[in-house]
Nanobody, 119 residues
Framework: VQLVESGGGLVQPGGSLRLSCAAS????????MSWYRQAPGRERELVAR????????NYLDSVEGRFAISRDNANNILYLQMDSLKPDDTAVYYC?????????????WGQGTQVTVSS
């Protein structure tokens, strides 16, 4: 199983980035997919989640209206479009997959990609 994030980098406030997460080794379309982030000295937090079954989404309040999560099930890729970026968005962003079967679950994490918002 692999989750490989890409697309991070340095961007000025107000700018945009699109993160990608390439998944392999599991049935991508059957998994709820999420983006988390962790800033220095802070706990990891859920940024956005896209459910496999309903295709509904959840967003962290502070990114609602600025970020958009999407997925390409044909190519096993998860995206996070980030617009109107703010310095507070600076963090390592992680891709997460969680799937449920019977009474159990499987969860996978990527290695993270750094996003820095600074002038």
């Amino acid at each position: 199983v692999q989750l490989v994030e890409s697309g991070g980098g340095l961007v000025q406030p107000g700018g945009s980035l699109r993160l990608s997460c390439a998944a392999s080794g599991f049935r991508f379309s059957h998994y709820d997919m999420s983006w988390y982030r962790q800033a220095p000295g802070r706990e990891r937090e859920l940024v956005a989640r896209l459910f496999s079954s309903s295709r509904s989404t959840n967003y962290l309040d502070s990114v609602e209206g600025r970020f958009a999560i999407s997925r390409d099930n044909a190519n096993n890729i998860l995206y996070l479009q980030m617009d109107s970026l703010k310095p507070d968005d600076t963090a390592v962003y992680y891709c997460n997959a969680i799937g449920y079967a019977g009474s159990g679950s499987s969860e996978y994490w990527g290695q993270g990609t750094q996003v820095t918002v600074s002038s």
